[in-house]
């Protein structure tokens, strides 16, 4: 079971940006995600990308703002955030996807998740 350590997270002012980061513990080659869950909400989908890093998709509400990227050769996935709003605030979650799945939306498209690390975004 691949493990998922995700870092990055913390507190910024409305516009501001983070990037988060998500270490594999060893070599997944799956599609891989990022969700988050803001307090009192259910967890919601971000972003996923490809296995190579080809294809990307977006939650509507971070497209334009939110970039999801890979490095395989570092077994990491990043989320650059930009132009961040307070409704972005909440506990940010990296996922890796089933064998299966190209890409995927869904929870139940995923198999591994890690820890979650906190964003706050102050108004």
């Known amino acids: 079971q691949v493990q998922l350590v995700e870092s990055g997270g913390g507190l910024v002012q409305a516009g501001g940006s983070l990037r988060l980061s998500c270490a594999a513990s060893?070599?997944?080659?799956?599609?891989m995600g990022w969700f988050r869950q803001a307090p009192g909400k259910e967890r919601e989908f971000v972003a996923c990308i490809t296995w190579n890093g080809g294809i990307t998709y977006y939650a509507d509400s971070v497209k334009g703002r939110f970039t999801i990227s890979r490095d395989n050769a570092k077994d990491t996935v990043y989320l650059q955030m930009n132009s961040l709003k307070p409704e972005d605030t909440g506990v940010y979650y990296c996922a890796r996807g089933r064998r299966w799945a190209a890409v995927g939306t869904a929870s139940a498209d995923f198999d591994s998740w890690g820890q979650g690390t906190q964003v706050t975004v102050s108004s």
């Open positions: 060893g070599r997944t080659l799956n599609m």
